[in-house]
């Protein structure tokens, strides 16, 4: 069973730092997404990742993906309120099926 | 704006009671999957749709069943409500099964449970 690990799961930081978040999964897959979820809405697709080395970025947030870790982090660079948010991090189990870590409840303090 | 619409945006239903969410899949899109997110935490698979068939399915009871229409839009059903039914209601859809393409999400039905 394809499990999806996130950490951590609430993050409180400071206007201007930078931080990671990390997403381990449990078996191999072909696609990791990042998804951002603002309160009672829904997602808001940031990255596909698709092949081991990948790294994407938009604005301050960079994603990367190490398939043979089973590891994906989004990287935080001089942190903006604007980016508080719930952040997803989801494995495409086979055809679409998608397994969501648990989310990560980031809140920028200014 | 994904493409991905779902009706109603919002419900109240009392438990016991039957309830129907909708969701109209992007344009050239033949699968569609559903999703249930309760409070706070990450959005569940529910199951998929390929072409009319079911294919695949998360660990949800019976009384959570779909439909796949023609045209490839998509009906989740839910019998007899219970309390813990109550959460968003999220639909996806793409080119599946070996697809190259990415699922989009629709906006969700947020179903409340009295």
């Known amino acids: 069973e394809l499990k999806v690990e996130q950490n951590p799961l609430f993050l409180s930081m400071q206007e201007g730092k930078n931080y990671t978040i990390y997403c381990n999964y449990s078996?191999?897959?072909?696609?990791l997404y990042w998804y951002r979820q603002d309160p009672g809405k829904s997602l808001e697709s940031l990255f596909v990742?698709?092949?081991?080395?990948a790294v994407k970025q938009e604005g301050r947030l960079m994603a990367s993906l190490d398939t043979k870790a089973r590891l994906s982090t989004l990287h935080i660079t001089a942190a903006v309120h604007d980016l508080s948010a719930t952040y997803f991090c989801?494995?495409?189990?086979?055809?679409?099926?998608?397994?969501f870590g648990k989310g990560t409840r980031l809140h920028i303090l200014p | 704006e994904t493409g991905v619409t779902q009706s109603p945006t919002h419900l109240i239903k009392t438990r016991g009671q039957q309830v129907t969410l909708r969701c109209s899949s992007q344009?050239?899109?033949?699968?569609v999957s559903w999703y249930q997110q309760a409070l706070g935490q990450g959005p569940q698979f529910i199951f998929q749709?390929?072409?009319?068939?079911?294919?695949g399915r998360g660990n949800f009871p019976p009384r959570f069943s779909g439909l796949q229409f023609p045209n490839y839009s998509s009906e989740l059903n839910v019998n007899a409500l219970e309390l813990d039914d109550s959460a968003l209601y999220l639909c996806?859809?793409?080119?599946?099964?070996?697809?190259?393409?990415?699922?989009?999400f629709g906006q969700g039905t947020r179903l409340t449970v009295v």
């Open positions: 078996t191999t897959s072909d696609r």
């Open positions: 996806a859809s793409s080119l599946g099964t070996g697809g190259n393409t990415e699922a989009f």
């Open positions: 990742l698709l092949s081991n080395g």
């Open positions: 749709y390929y072409r009319e068939e079911e294919n």
């Open positions: 989801a494995v495409d189990m086979s055809d679409d099926k998608i397994i």
């Open positions: 344009s050239g899109h033949n699968t």
